[in-house]
């Protein structure tokens, strides 16, 4: 099939990518000339596990290619992918200006049938909105083209997405008529060929769907976070909770992992924006209102904890490890790095970065306090005469670092693992002045 996304972020590129690997013929459209100049050349401008060597072979291929000319990309597909940015506004509702304009470039430029797929993150009754802004497109230009809106939500997880885009749990397909869903059978032929889990059902449910998971996702880690604070004031180990939960069937021990709070690019955008679906239905989802309170006050937690633990931080130099929101990404976004760094050197202590991918969307979000904070090469640079050191992150080369090199780094002895990396090692423990979450 002829198939164009617009869009290259996450969702966009990655599905693009993995389309074209699929065997379609792929265009990815992006306003930014740079980034689609770069790309075209190879280049990946986002940092995910197994994208840039099937950038490079699909483009080899000749079935992916990126351009600014969305004029093209619509008159040349059969299925149009929307997979643009849909930010928080101040209120928490999902913009979706990005979404409509692309809608309306499609009611411009289309030239025959297509079926246009909502792939971004929007609110129910979005799918409905894009097909009237394309209808009076096609009016204003005083011509009729059959065309169908499907909602096909992304569930990827960043640092996975290759992965779960082409192993995923299901594929939900929301849809009007049966010729747009069985297009989208044709899309996914492989997957569905392979009896991957599939859900067609109608446009809103699909739209809800979406934000229903990321927020029930959010809750669970809300709900064990709340938890790690009651363990630590009774005695006991939110780990060993965590796994007698996890041992129910019905609850499973995934995103059982007490910490600092979530993050990233979906749940603290998806919770907000549901939770202002509910509102402006007169409707107040208390569950939800109640994780992004939880998650809040969990970065707050930890911040108090740290604080308490060390006293005065004057002057005291603490090391932070990890910076984005969680390991496989270079992604802050509301990453808890972006409260705790700030607060650390409020209170004057002198702040030590290192993050594996991280360090480039640190230095640009943190540009007004770039002069306050040292960014290493590595862990064991960030230890050098540091009073503490936290785990913020949970990468996989914190979890085999020479401790007993870096406490010989360190002028204090102070450790802060967020993560609960090191809970269940005796040497480690033993080393150090040594505080998890909940343990």
Not at 228 to 238: R, Y
Request: aromatic share 10%.
């Amino acid at each position: 099939m002829n198939i164009s996304v617009i869009g290259t972020g996450y969702v966009g590129l990655v599905g693009g990518v993995v389309l074209s690997e699929f065997g379609h013929n792929v265009i990815c459209v992006d306003i930014d000339a740079e980034k689609v100049k770069k790309i075209n050349l190879g280049k990946s401008p986002i940092y995910e596990p197994g994208l840039s060597e099937l950038l490079i072979k699909n483009l080899n291929a000749k079935r992916f290619s990126a351009t600014t000319d969305i004029e093209f990309a619509i008159r040349q597909a059969e299925v149009i992918f929307i997979a643009v940015g849909t930010p928080p506004q101040e209120d928490g509702s999902a913009d979706l200006q990005y979404v409509f304009n692309v809608a309306k470039s499609i009611g411009r430029y289309m030239n025959e049938y297509k079926v246009i797929v909502d792939k971004s993150t929007v609110p129910i009754g979005t799918g409905q909105s894009v097909k009237n802004i394309i209808k009076d497109e096609l009016k204003k230009r005083e011509i009729y083209i059959s065309f169908d809106v499907v909602s096909n939500p992304e569930f990827l997880r960043e640092g996975k997405a290759v992965f779960d885009f082409m192993h995923p749990d299901r594929i939900v397909i929301g849809f009007e008529s049966d010729f747009s869903k069985e297009k989208m059978k044709e899309v996914y032929q492989g997957l569905y060929i392979n009896k991957t889990p599939f859900l067609f059902c109608n446009i809103e449910t699909a739209e809800l769907v979406k934000y229903a998971s990321n927020a029930f996702l959010a809750t669970k880690i809300s709900f064990i976070n709340e938890l790690a604070i009651l363990s630590e004031s009774v005695g006991a180990n939110i780990k060993d909770v965590a796994t007698g939960m996890g041992m129910d069937g019905r609850i499973s021990p995934k995103f059982l992992h007490a910490g600092p709070g979530y993050g990233g690019s979906c749940f603290p955008k998806d919770t907000k924006a549901l939770y202002d679906i509910g509102m402006k239905n007169n409707l107040e989802l208390l569950v939800v209102k109640s994780a992004m309170d939880a998650n809040e006050n969990q970065k707050k937690y930890v911040f108090e904890k740290i604080k308490r633990e060390l006293g005065l931080l004057k002057n005291l130099k603490v090391g932070v490890l990890g910076l984005s929101f969680k390991p496989d990404t270079d992604d802050l976004r509301d990453a808890p790095s972006l409260y705790l760094v700030p607060r650390l050197i409020d209170e004057g202590a002198v702040v030590k970065v290192f993050c594996p991918e991280g360090m480039s969307e640190a230095r640009w979000r943190f540009e007004e306090l770039n002069s306050s904070i040292t960014y290493c090469e590595n862990e064991y640079e960030v230890a050098i005469d540091s009073d503490a050191l936290v785990i913020l992150t949970e990468w996989n080369q914190f979890r085999i670092m020479d401790m007993k090199k870096i406490r010989s780094l360190m002028k204090g002895n102070f450790l802060f693992d967020l993560r609960n990396i090191y809970t269940d090692n005796k040497d480690v423990r033993a080393l150090f002045k040594y505080f998890g979450v909940g343990v």
